[in-house]
DNA sequence: AGCTAATCGAGACGGTACGTCTAGTCTTGCG
DNA sequence: CGCAAGACTAGACGTACCGTCTCGATTAGCT
């Protein structure tokens, strides 16, 4: 039996400067150097300060970039829709290309790939906490776009989103090839064509096919 | 100006035993608890003939992967062409479905694609010479089925590629989803959809559309 | 600006156990065969508890054997005074030359001569806390005999024990001829002859020179 | 049965490349700091080469400096013989502690004395190389003193060399005091009074006292 | 002059130890 | 009790040398 620390006993000022001081670290030496010892010197805090805490490096730096979420908390994570399907999807696809070229989220991005790859409660963590959110805010636009007939009815969102992403997702995380705002056009126009409803079917959209996942 | 060593003079046993503890180890311990001095005591080898050939870690466990595909030098690449485009594919994704999900292959290729994420030199090896010829038998079955019009005279190979393996690759890499045969189906369902010949084009295959790229 | 350890937070038990080691590995391997690595696994210490409380080898082998002279801290280190200044030195005398002969302490002696004669801050550390009281009392001794007029009253008590033992321990350094009983009542008897009183000078001892140096 | 080398097909170019190399290293990083690695790289020697014909680092920088000597075959070697002993002495005695200020000799002798004291092989070829010869030369001017009624009849010269030597070369090894002109000057007369012939003693000199050793 | 065997420069090898760094635990006062 | 501070054991890091061991490429003497 492990003893547990009261949190009602945390201090948030350490909490705080150790948060502040991974995001900063981080961006001055990288993940791979990153190390605790240098995260508690930074921030003026025991290194048992840490170890209480988050039971990894990963951990630190997962919550050192949910704060920086969480700050803004109220952000528009609902997605443009203007009814034309093709024409928000590819803003938001050209908007992620840009936000992986930004050298700024590279780095940080990176390693927490890195951490969430070969450790799976971190990456529950991740995606409960970071992605989730942002992947419901995208079904939303899909479910809209479904029920709107410009998606097949039957369509799973879930693959529908994989399809969408995990090939821009796959070309940044190995760098298989550029990342252009042709390249993000072209995932949509493929997107749309796998997707669209089926012609022979007449639907209405919403409602008429198998209930999907979640 | 860094001095190189001759490679001329290089000890194979060495090379060999170096290569086979790291793959022991690798499967022993994991990937991130492997360390240099492990891989030179269990190889019986000096710490600096490990420096001296490799510049990383993660370089010589690329290798000793490299080496077992190597050992079969003329494994049959290429993908099965019965000419049902859409069965041949099921039967790969299948079996892609089943690889990731055996343990033996799961430690090793989750700890490469943690190296490759942070080291640009890395992933361009794994890429020449590992990916790389997979990919290209890969494309060779798809070009075979865009000859014979089951796909758009037009398509690009590789765009082909990413759309239908990235999602399984992403699931499985951030552990987002089941990894299933019904899953695999669907995906190449998805991707014919994708990228079927248009409707309303007549096309005679191959040599109609634009020159494709490599 | 170099980071001081606490020496208030220091653990009195690993210091005991490396300067153990330390003198066991001394005679098990020898001085020059001793690594600090050696001790630190020996002492089932880490390697930076030693880097962090001694600057050398050296050092940490010089404590070692100052540890073995303070455990008996009221040795009697006076010299013999039985009047007979020529008969108490020779047993002196012969008793160094027995010393010297020992094995077991031929293999230390030894290799803290060969650091101090590099190290000037270890020679210094050397004479402060092992020669310099030894040395005091010998010349406690010879301060005994010029009051009582066996020496001149104008003897310089420091060049005096050199000439009385720097021949012993050149021979025994530099292995340049024989450590025999004669030769400690060689080097006594030559002694007296060139610190004896001046005969034709009418001295009351002590007191009537000019002060000694020291 | 260990296999020796042909000395005379010994290339008597690189012989002279390590003992120079040697002897640059000794001056440019210290004895302590010198490698046999270092002395092939700037000899553009193989190590081999150095191990082939030198059993260990010291017997290299032994030759090295025997070299020196032996360059000038015919170096008058004789002490000054102007019949008063005394000042003859201490123009000896002064000469040394001039040479053990200068710091090209410090680093050099100090390290041989260093490697001396721990490898009896190499004490005894320094003895009979470089030690010896001098020491020769000294004994003949005592010699000389005592044929001329300066010193006592039945003097040991050996012992007689070490009271006079011994301590200069302590102090000097240990940092033990200053080695001042008149310090050399006092061990002279301590010297002379300890080997003076007995005043009751009437002798001629030479031949009449008991064989020396010698 | 050609042959042959040893020495040569070069440097890779299996090792040992270095001195540094970080992990994660433990200890000591302070608040 | 949580905290800052930091010493502790443990052990990997990457480097420097050790002394041995091939490699060709000279380079002697000997035939």
């Known amino acids: 039996m492990v003893k547990q620390p009261n949190p009602a006993r945390r201090s948030e000022r ?19 150097k990153l190390s605790i010892e240098a ?5 003026g805090v025991g290194k048992q300060t840490i170890y ?10 997962l919550d050192a970039f949910l704060a920086l979420s969480e ?7 609902a997605l443009p829709d203007t009814g034309d399907l093709e024409a928000d999807l590819k803003v938001v696809m050209r908007a992620t290309v840009a936000e ?11 390693a927490l790939n890195t951490e969430i790859i070969n450790d799976p409660t971190l990456a529950a963590q991740y995606r409960a906490k970071l992605a989730g959110p942002v992947d419901e805010a995208k079904k939303d636009r899909l479910r809209s776009a479904r029920r709107a007939g ?3 009815a039957d369509a799973d969102l879930d ?12 070309r940044w995380l190995l760098r298989s090839g550029p990342l252009t705002p042709e390249y993000a056009d072209a ?14 079917q007449f639907t209405d959209g919403e409602g008429s096919g198998k209930p999907e996942k979640q």
Chains 1, 2, 3, 4 share one sequence.
């Open 14 to 32: 350490s909490r705080q400067a150790i948060l502040t001081a991974a995001r900063e670290l981080v961006h001055e030496v990288g993940y791979a």
């Open 39 to 43: 995260i508690a010197a930074r921030a």
């Open 52 to 61: 209480r805490w988050w039971p990894s490096k990963g951990a630190v730096v």
């Open 71 to 77: 700050a803004g908390p109220e952000r528009s994570m």
């Open 100 to 110: 992986f070229a930004d050298p700024a989220f590279e780095g940080p991005i990176r």
């Open 150 to 152: 410009q998606l097949a």
């Open 159 to 170: 693959l529908a989103l994989e399809l969408l992403y995990a090939p821009l997702y796959q």
């Open 187 to 200: 995932l949509v126009e493929c997107f749309l064509k796998a997707m669209r409803p089926d012609i022979h």
